[in-house]
């Protein structure tokens, strides 16, 4: 039990139970003295009282306490000269044991009063003799060791920030318990110990042991085998939410998809599995803290789409063989970073135990407001599962609040391609992606058969997305049968028609067995980039979609207004529409009847197989993981070269490892160019392509049938290179631009980019044609060159 100290009214007092196990008293500032066996059955309140008054300062003093409560005595130099006086303990030890002797007899019956009046004299009398003594101790104290406040702020031009620091701690240091956590006791070392042995703003004291303190060992490095079994990782996972029990079906589910393609994999890579990761899993957005707004709605039709990617990342994860923590809320959080207790303004405690954290926004965040200064110094380690992409514009703080592009989700000077999204559609950040389930030639077959070649499913579990779409309804019941899948409770939703057949919500294996009935998957628009029409493609539907003239972006859509893009989407789903397309999808205008008419003539004699993409496969999304656990490494990026300005005279810029392709179109690696080996992706996939005005690099590239890759920008950006295009510099800036490198013809100005993290394949302005890195990748799986793997 802990006994509390605050000093306020009695009136509504608890009467404390004390059990039989031990009390811990925190006396002074750095021991514990432990009474046991007291059998307490109850105290009157008012004894309480007189107790708390007791324990007043040398409870708060403690520098352990996790929370701790401002009281008159907490700066009192009394309380803290307790830690160096041994003798003062023991005495208080003894006088407080002696004071409880006799209180196990005592029963609630007349003369309790006088004795609880005879304790508190007795108490009293205590308080006196324990003030004289602190007093006495703290002149010792000073004499013995008057360093502790006669330290002086150092004046070290390599470390200009320390005298502000130690400022701000004079004023701040008691608004979080972690600093007296390390030590800080108000007094100007205790600030300097601080910000030079657990901070790194001051250099250290010299009359301090500079021997510092042993690391623990780091984790011993042990090959990753894959596994050939998924029950431990169900339990690794958790329970307590229906998220969580959604995820835990669908690892079950595909279990032996999962374990066929691990072998698979296995095969292919001959052992070449490199180190086991330690890695934590934080799903910050199901945290209470976070609201957790997912779970209550997974049985109500609500988006399921994140939780589909997180099952699928664990899945990966667990069977590549890495060791995971899996977190679903900030107390487990902060347990396994090891968060000093707190509001989270010091560093961790220990090194991170972890090479790679998996989180999202919300355990972003959380990680930051919690890590102290450990976030900046780890935050390389981080992946950011993001649905929707972060470009390099809105992620660079200083570059997004003065342009414009500052949001409520971006400015957190990562990598971009930290950021790992569920379709490959922004090339600066990396692709992630979930996947569908599998089929074997058999049941190819079978559902081929049994296809109902006039019926259709519509996309849309909520109510609202059949709102106003009364008109296309009609439309389609002309020519097929329509099948819903809308949640209701009690009553059929008004938004849907009495012509579909509303089967409500359906568990996953059922809304399966549905499509593979269907002919026809029709989408109204939204959700945007779900993963249902891949499921549907891969049972052989036939996706029919909306074309969104203009396209949809945060400047003209609710939706997208705030998030960290200014991506443009074409249609409900541009994946589908981009890197699958006819005759497994079509993308028509809904808002011309005849278009849409048309298009549901054509399916209907249109014969299509199952249809599933590489990397939306098991074996694909492995393939995929180990590539950038193995070569993506954003701790230990390689150093931009300088700035033509910033170099001498005397210092020639390297030659430009590019070469003028054949055909005179493009720039390719030189084949007399040194090649990095340990360079990922390796850069003889380059290819440097001038984009038209209207173009951003992403467009540039994939009209080649090429991908950008952002990686490669640090070879074009050199005033040689546009050289090699013969485009003409009358001038050359080094700025920050995400837009560069680029010219601008008109005027024959060439511009390189001043800020790496800037490099962004997204952007296009009609005054610049760009430079884009492009490069090839494997048929299937566009996140991979063909030498990546």
């Not at 608004?175 to 007094?187: E, H, N």
């Not at 930051?368 to 450990?374: D, I, P, R």
């Not at 996706?543 to 249609?571: I, Y």
């Not at 004699?605 to 995929?624: F, I, K």
Request: charged letters at 20%.
């Amino acid at each position: 039990m802990e006994l509390s100290a605050s000093l306020g009214s009695t009136a509504s007092l608890p009467v404390p139970v004390i059990s039989p196990c031990p009390i811990a008293l925190t006396v002074g500032c750095g021991s514990l003295l432990i009474v046991s066996g007291i059998g307490l059955q109850a105290i009157h309140a008012s004894l309480f009282v007189i107790l708390k008054a007791f324990f007043a300062c040398c409870y708060f003093c403690h520098p352990f306490a996790q929370f701790l409560v401002l009281s008159p005595f907490f700066n009192s130099p009394r309380c803290r000269v307790a830690a160096y006086s041994p003798a003062l303990q023991a005495w208080i030890f003894r006088m407080f044991v002696g004071s409880l002797f006799f209180l196990p007899r005592f029963q609630p019956a007349a003369g309790l009063m006088e004795r609880i009046q005879a304790i508190a004299q007795n108490v009293s009398d205590i308080a006196i003799k324990v003030d004289q003594i602190l007093r006495n101790s703290l002149m010792n104290a000073k004499m013995g060791d008057g360093r502790r406040d006669q330290c002086e702020v150092p004046r070290d031009p390599k470390y200009p920030d320390c005298a502000g620091k130690v400022e701000w701690m004079r004023a701040r240091w008691t608004s979080d318990p972690c600093y007296a956590f390390f030590g800080v006791d108000g007094t100007e070392c205790s600030f300097l110990i601080y910000l030079s042995e657990v901070e790194w703003f001051c250099p250290p004291l010299p009359w301090r042991n500079q021997t510092a303190a042993p690391s623990p060992p780091p984790l011993p490095r042990v090959q990753a085998a894959f596994r050939s079994d998924l029950a431990p990782l169900l339990e690794l996972v958790g329970t307590g939410k229906e998220s969580l029990s959604f995820m835990k079906k669908r690892i079950r589910h595909l279990a032996q998809q999962w374990l066929r393609a691990a072998r698979r994999l296995e095969q292919k890579l001959k052992g070449r599995q490199g180190d086991q990761k330690h890695i934590l899993i934080h799903i910050g957005f199901l945290t209470e803290e976070s609201g957790d707004v997912f779970s209550p709605r997974v049985l109500k039709g609500g988006p399921l789409g994140e939780m589909v990617q997180w099952a699928d990342i664990l899945a990966a994860l667990f069977l590549l063989g890495h060791s995971l923590k899996v977190t679903v809320s900030l107390k487990e959080l902060q347990s396994n970073l090891g968060v000093p207790p707190g509001r989270g303004n010091c560093p961790l405690t220990n090194p991170l135990p972890f090479d790679l954290i998996y989180t999202d926004y919300h355990g972003l965040q959380q990680m930051k407001q919690h890590m102290g200064l450990s976030f900046k110094k780890y935050r390389c380690r981080v992946r950011v599962i993001d649905t929707f992409g972060t470009e390099p514009a809105y992620n660079h703080e200083e570059y997004a609040t003065l342009r414009g592009f500052r949001t409520n989700w971006g400015y957190w000077n990562l990598h971009p391609s930290q950021f790992m999204t569920m379709f490959p559609h922004t090339p600066d950040n990396s692709f992630m992606g979930f996947v569908s389930e599998e089929l074997n030639q058999t049941e190819r077959q079978r559902i081929k058969s049994n296809k109902v070649s006039s019926m259709a499913v519509v996309y849309g579990k909520e109510a609202s997305i059949w709102k106003g779409k009364e008109k296309f309804l009609s439309i389609l019941n002309k020519y097929m049968e329509i099948h819903g899948t809308v949640y209701y409770e009690t009553q059929r939703p008004p938004e849907v028609p009495a012509f579909v057949k509303n089967h409500g919500l359906l568990p996953q294996h059922e809304f399966q067995q549905l499509l593979r009935k269907a002919k026809l998957f029709i989408g109204f628009g939204f959700p945007y980039e779900g993963p249902a029409p891949l499921e549907a493609i891969a049972n052989g539907c036939v996706f029919l979609q909306a074309r969104f003239n203009p396209p949809h972006s945060s400047l003209n859509h609710e939706f997208f207004r705030g998030k960290p893009t200014s991506r443009e989407v074409s249609s409900q789903h541009p994946y589908a529409e981009d890197f699958i397309g006819k005759p497994h999808v079509w993308t028509v205008d809904y808002n011309n009847s005849e278009e849409f008419e048309a298009a549901i003539k054509t399916i209907l004699r249109t014969q299509v197989d199952p249809y599933l993409p590489y990397e939306y496969t098991c074996e694909g999304m492995l393939e995929r993981i180990h590539a950038y656990i193995q070569h993506q490494d954003f701790c230990t990026m390689p150093s931009p070269p300088p700035p033509a300005k910033a170099q001498s005279p005397a210092m020639q810029s390297p030659p430009s490892p590019l070469a003028l392709s054949p055909n005179a179109t493009h720039l390719v690696w030189s084949p007399s160019a040194r090649r990095d080996p340990h360079a990922w992706p390796p850069a003889d996939s380059l290819q440097v392509w001038l984009s038209e005005g209207q173009h951003a690099c992403t467009e540039t590239c994939r009209r080649r049938g090429l991908v950008c890759e952002p990686t490669f920008f640090r070879f074009l950006n050199k005033k040689e290179v546009f050289l090699q295009l013969s485009i003409t510099c009358d001038s050359t800036e080094y700025e920050m631009n995400h837009l560069y490198p680029a010219v601008a013809e008109n005027v024959h100005e060439c511009y390189l980019q001043k800020e790496p993290l800037l490099f962004s394949c997204a952007g296009h302005n009609t005054k610049y044609r760009r430079l884009c890195p492009c490069r090839d990748y494997r048929e299937g799986q566009v996140a991979l060159c063909r030498d990546c793997l």
